[in-house]
């Protein structure tokens, strides 16, 4: 490019700086958007793989039963009959805190003379580990000195633990040295001898796994042979299965924010094609001259994409910072939901990976470049004379309206396709409600000048002629006023369906509570998050059930006991429940009448299954499941897929009889309880306590789960608003910069007017109505936009990422709201344009071109 | 003196067990230094050696409880047909570490453990291979039985075998061991009826026993080569509560067998000022299985030659002449290999040794084991 050309170009954006900035501004809050959700999301995961990396230690695989673990003689058995080394073996579960309630450690139990090989941390010679202490004092454990200092604790200090509520005394023996792990990756990580372990989950005689490192290549062959040495229920695993299962569980989580950051991209790539199409529309008439006085297309080309360029790289570096800024807010909110959803991930550092970085970079350049082309194309495609009549350019944009909106229907079409045809993925689901918004946004031009139709004769029955003069000046600079429009539209529309899917889900999930509570009080031995598919939860022992059964003010009562269970390669949420006729009603089935299915239920000669759970595998009524047990595989029949929101895993739910009959195992992990007619709650929920001697009881009435239930729901979806607070930030940054450019562009314009003699009064009226209708029309376009973005949401993405059913639940705020929003900001982006040209004197007005 | 490096390493292994005291670090790759960890430990509740007492046998082969540490000391030199040398150590040891037993309702919960170390020196490709293991005596990963009598760690053991005689089983890495030790002579007590001086403070004793000479037989494997081997082994029993004394840093344990059927024990406990202590001792056992005291000044030991390991860096004497006048022997002795230093939660030099020389003037050759021990300071 030569140094003439390049200073033009200079010069043009030294005297529109605004425009320079602003474009910088909207793809930078682009790229901020997109690198700040892959980043949290990136760092949840590695948080996720560290922590269960430092768990899991080097084990290439696991020996793993059922709910009652692997006898503990198997061992033993191994080890000195078959010499299997190197293998450890493992007590896990979840305690809790008595002085901290609500804070969940995951307990580690090993023997550390089997750990060299598996977790560095606890391999002999790590100076810190007293193993004299560790195998003759019970009750010791040890933690890493973040977790000591978090809890307030120094080496020696005793901390109460809580294990189904029961307290039990333990003294911290001494800080785990970490070495190659990072330092945070053993937050929440309580270490103690597997005799201490065993003691304190009530795990005495079994293990939760007995880890194995086998060598690659010979992997197969030692997998037969240890195979033939397993008792019935007791299988071999790779100890990968368990972090696939975690990011596989997260993946609909993460993909989902994936794709809603996305959403963002699009309105910020919207406005980087907005911005630089303005740059390039406004200086046609330049153009046209240089064009005329010799300089070739290429060159001018060049000079355009050289532009593009540069805002994209000083865009991508501020969307970089601004990303990594953004980042270390969303991390937390990110953990967080993964945390109260499926496990304790106690990393909560932003990790920031060079490839995220880098992609965001090269989104905010390939964006930008992506943009310029159109504009740059059109710029030197038409010929000198032609690139200096204005009015040319718009007569061919009105001659290309009724082709977008074909292009746009055509983008409709195929994007209905996908989100229609069933048994296409989650990914193409995302695509198909991508193609859907950018068909909506090829049909908006012509959309735009019908509505613009409607409303001039609106806007000149408040503003009069000015408000037809507004109304007309829309349609007659579609080339600039299109484009904004579409940018907006996107962006409130993206707003208005993230806004209308919570609200749906929220009532979805506020009416199951409602009818899935039945009971008065429910008791819960905690811990757990109920997502957790390994470890040991502690429950609640059968003599205090007896002892709770026996209180006079209880109607009814029944158990439920959360394990883990075997389904061929994969663990699955089993629940074993103890529920009278009246209380199985409290299942709403998606097929089948309860009344039917309970007989068979209660046999246990058939579960019931949720319906994530029936989504996810595929399995329905009619079907079979397998589950693993102690006398091997066994089949139970399907007899109905019920509504629960509690877990997007899925869980398989069958008549605790029929569970402690196979599985042996008689702890209960909560239980629900009807008062007595007439009975008073609270007096009831004192002798419950006084039942639980030194337990301490998390005893809950149906309401305060309710509550709890939505303040966690609220909590998963708190990222959600962030992202709808920057896509609303994006859409105002588009409206803005190109309504204030628009309305620069019109300076000579407005200058005629006002020399024809305009007061600045009039000329405010005539911006503020002009500005105020494309808000107007973009709002009015983006609901219906947003209703269908919300109806792919829920119907589509969210069954086919977590196979929920939802009520789609319409109520006039998000419509309202988002109305709101796109007139507010188109008003607000013509304020300084009509202050500017109000001050401006007519002949300097005139003057400017 | 096979019993003070026995003692020592289970010194040492007490000592790992209870963490290096305050010392932040972990132990340094050379391992522990033995005498850091004299006099901190308590035998406060644990039995003690302090009067000599009744061997019965095969009892006495099993466990003797209360006692703060234990071992089960098996060398041996072992020959191919083709005449190719081998050598191995099979060590199991004992370690209680509380007077008191606490009642545990986990299985898992001990208040013993073991510690077993297996080496095997192929002369013929000068490799020497040394593996070391713990367990925790719950839930029979480890224990020892009396009668009948098996000692073991896993799938290491020593158990008894028909005809009074034991086998020995150990495998790690490819490195495999099976052999089949008949009695040969009967037990030797060592020191005064079996009660083993170690320093001249109350109590600070072991009970010690020992079978020197027993013909051995059985299969070494390492990797896919696998070799019938003969030869003779020496099996050290020892007891005790006591600890090492000020002063005292390490000691050179010999145990010869003579192709003339004699078998000659010695032991230096070094002091720190690089004198021998005067608590060093020996025996020689006689073809017939008659069996004599040495003092101190029976016998003459001197250095001839030196090998400084280059992983650990600590410099062992490598080469000796031994003479016992009373018993006009003057002997010559050599390592089958240099490099036999075992090195694991604290380093020690055990390996078969090459012996020639010279009995009442007559020439005379042997085979024997050498342990040197507290030499991780040594070098540089």
């Known amino acids: ?849 | 003196m096979k019993a003070l490096g026995h003692l020592t390493l289970a010194l040492a292994l007490a000592a790992a067990l209870v963490g290096c005291g305050e010392r932040d670090a972990a132990p340094p790759a050379g391992g522990l230094a033995v005498a850091d960890m004299l006099g901190s430990l308590d035998s406060t509740g644990f039995q003690r050696a302090v009067d000599p007492r009744d061997f019965r046998f095969p009892e006495d082969h099993g466990p003797h409880e209360g006692f703060r540490t234990e071992w089960w000391y098996y060398t041996g030199n072992l020959t191919e047909p083709s005449g190719r040398r081998f050598g191995y150590q099979l060590t199991f040891f004992k370690n209680l570490l509380a007077a008191d037993a606490t009642e545990r309702a986990s299985d898992w919960g001990a208040d013993q453990v073991f510690m077993a170390h297996f080496a095997v020196t192929d002369a013929g490709r000068e490799r020497f291979f040394a593996f070391e293991r713990f367990a925790r005596r719950a839930l029979g990963l480890a224990g020892a039985e009396g009668s009948p009598f098996r000692v073991w760690l896993e799938d290491w053991s020593a158990t008894a075998s028909p005809g009074g005689g034991m086998r020995l089983r150990a495998a790690d890495q490819g490195v495999e061991l099976d052999l089949v030790l008949d009695p040969g002579k009967p037990p030797v007590l060592q020191g005064d009826a079996g009660l083993s001086r170690k320093g001249s403070g109350e109590g600070n004793a072991s009970y010690y026993y020992s079978q020197t000479r027993m013909p051995t037989r059985g299969r070494i494997t390492i990797g896919e080569e696998s070799f019938e081997v003969d030869g003779a082994s020496w099996m050290d029993r020892e007891w005790s509560t006591s600890v090492l004394e000020e002063g005292q840093i390490g000691w050179d344990w010999f145990s010869l067998q003579l192709a003339d059927d004699r078998e000659l024990m010695v032991y230096v406990i070094r002091r720190d000022d690089g004198s021998a202590d005067p608590n060093s001792a020996g025996t020689l056992v006689g073809a017939g299985g008659d069996y004599r005291r040495l003092s101190r000044d029976d016998w003459r030991l001197e250095a001839t030659g030196s090998w400084t390991s280059p992983e650990s860096g600590a410099r062992y004497p490598a080469g000796w002449k031994l003479s016992v006048p009373a018993a006009e022997l003057e002997l010559e002795i050599e390592p089958l290999l240099a490099g036999q230093e075992l090195r694991h939660t604290f380093s020690y030099w055990e390996g078969a040794v090459e012996v020639s020389g010279a009995s009442r003037g007559e020439p005379i050759d042997g085979r024997g084991y050498v342990e040197l021990t507290g030499y991780q300071d040594s070098g540089s």
């Open chain 1, 1 to 849: 490019m030569s140094p003439v050309l390049r200073r033009l170009s200079r010069r043009h954006f030294a005297r529109h700086p605004w425009q320079a900035l602003l474009a910088v501004l909207g793809v930078g809050l682009g790229v901020a958007v997109v690198v700040s959700i892959d980043l949290a999301n990136a760092s949840a995961l590695r948080a996720f793989s560290l922590s269960s990396e430092a768990v899991a230690g080097r084990a290439t695989h696991r020996i793993v039963g059922g709910p009652a673990g692997v006898p503990e003689e198997l061992y033993t058995r191994l080890r000195v009959e078959n010499g299997v080394r190197p293998s450890a073996p493992v007590v896990a579960g979840y305690v809790g805190l008595r002085d901290r309630p609500g804070r969940t450690l995951q307990l580690l139990g090993v023997d550390p003379f089997a750990e060299e090989g598996f977790r560095s941390y606890l391999e002999r010679g790590t100076g810190a580990l007293d193993l004299e202490q560790l195998l003759i004092e019970p009750d010791t454990v040890w933690m890493s000195p973040g977790t000591a200092a978090s809890l307030g604790l120094e080496p020696g200090a005793e901390l109460i633990l809580e294990l189904a509520g029961l307290p039990r005394e333990v003294r911290l023996g001494g800080l785990l040295e970490v070495h190659d792990l990072r330092r945070e990756s053993l937050n929440d990580l309580v270490v103690a001898d597997i005799s201490t372990a065993q003691e304190l989950l009530g795990f005495t005689g079994r293990l939760t796994r007995i880890e194995l490192i086998l060598e690659s290549g010979r992997a197969d062959a030692e997998l037969r042979e240890l195979a033939a040495l397993l008792p019935s229920g007791v299988t071999v695993e790779r100890a990968g299965a368990a972090g696939a299962a975690g990011e596989k569980m997260t993946g609909a989580f993460r993909t989902n924010l994936q794709a809603l950051s996305l959403l963002a991209v699009l309105c910020g790539a919207f406005l980087i094609y907005n911005t630089v199409t303005f740059a390039v529309v406004q200086r046609r008439r330049l153009f046209g001259t240089l064009r005329a006085l010799g300089v070739t297309r290429r060159e001018l080309f060049g000079l355009i994409l050289g532009e593009a360029l540069l805002i994209g790289i000083v865009g991508a570096a501020l969307g970089l910072a601004g990303g990594i800024f953004l980042a270390r807010g969303l991390v937390a909110q990110v953990t967080r939901t993964i945390n109260d959803l499926y496990f304790a991930v106690a990393v909560q550092s932003l990790a920031l990976d060079p490839l995220v970085l880098a992609k965001g970079a090269l989104l905010a350049v390939g964006a930008s470049l992506l943009a310029a082309l159109a504009p740059a194309a059109e710029a030197t495609s038409t010929s000198a004379r032609s690139a200096l009549d204005r009015a040319e350019l718009e007569s061919r944009t009105h001659r290309a309206v009724p082709k977008a909106s074909a292009a746009g229907v055509g983008l409709l079409a195929i994007g209905a396709v996908l989100l229609l045809v069933p048994g296409v993925g989650l990914a193409a689901s995302f695509v198909g409600l991508f193609l859907l918004l950018l068909g909506f946004a090829l049909l908006t031009p012509a959309a735009t000048m019908a509505l613009i139709a409607l409303l001039t004769p609106l806007a000149g029955l408040v503003f009069g002629q000015l408000g037809r003069i507004g109304g007309r000046g829309v349609v007659a600079a579609l080339s600039r006023t299109a484009v904004a429009i579409s940018a907006l539209m996107i962006a409130v529309s993206v707003i208005v369906g993230v806004d209308v899917m919570v609200r749906s889900f929220r009532g979805t999930v506020e009416s199951w509570l409602q009818y899935s509570l039945p009971a008065d009080l429910y008791l819960s031995s905690g811990s757990a998050p109920t997502g957790a598919l390994d470890g040991v939860r502690p429950g609640f022992d059968a003599a205090f059930v007896e002892r709770l059964s026996a209180i006079d003010g209880i109607a009814a009562m029944s158990t439920l006991r959360q394990t883990t269970a075997r389904s061929g390669a994969d663990q699955t949420r089993l629940i074993a429940v103890d529920l009278d006729a009246e209380s199985f009603d409290s299942f709403a089935f998606k097929a089948g009448e309860s009344a039917a299915i309970w007989p068979r239920f209660d046999r246990g000669e058939a579960v019931i299954v949720s319906e994530p759970y029936a989504s996810r595998t595929g399995l329905g009524p009619g079907d079979e499941i397998t589950l693993g047990t102690p006398f091997g595989e066994r089949a139970w029949p399907v007899a109905g897929v019920y509504y629960d929101y509690a877990s997007e895993l899925g869980a398989v739910t069958m008549a605790r009889r029929q569970y402690v009959e196979i599985w042996n195992d008689d702890s209960v992990t909560a239980i629900s309880i009807r008062a007595a007619p007439g009975a008073d709650v609270d007096a009831l929920t004192d002798e419950i306590r006084a039942a639980g001697g030194e337990r301490r009881l998390l005893i809950r009435s149906n309401q305060a789960i309710r509550a709890e239930s939505l303040r966690v729901f609220d909590r998963t979806f708190l990222i959600t608003g962030t992202l709808r607070l920057l896509a609303t930030l994006v859409a105002f940054v588009g409206v803005l910069s190109a309504l204030m450019a628009l309305q620069f562009e019109r300076s000579r314009e407005l200058g005629v007017l006002r020399a024809q003699g305009l007061t600045p009064g009039q000329l405010w009226g005539l911006v503020t109505s002009q500005t105020g209708l494309m808000g107007l029309t973009a709002g009015l376009l983006a609901l219906p936009v947003g209703i269908a973005t919300a109806a792919v949401m829920i119907y589509v993405i969210n069954r086919r990422s977590f196979g929920w059913t939802l009520e789609m639940e319409l109520s006039p705020e998000p419509l309202l709201s988002a109305l709101a929003v796109a007139i507010g900001a188109a008003l607000i982006a013509g304020l300084y344009p009509a202050y500017r040209m109000a001050r401006t004197p007519p002949a300097e007005a005139l003057r400017s071109e």
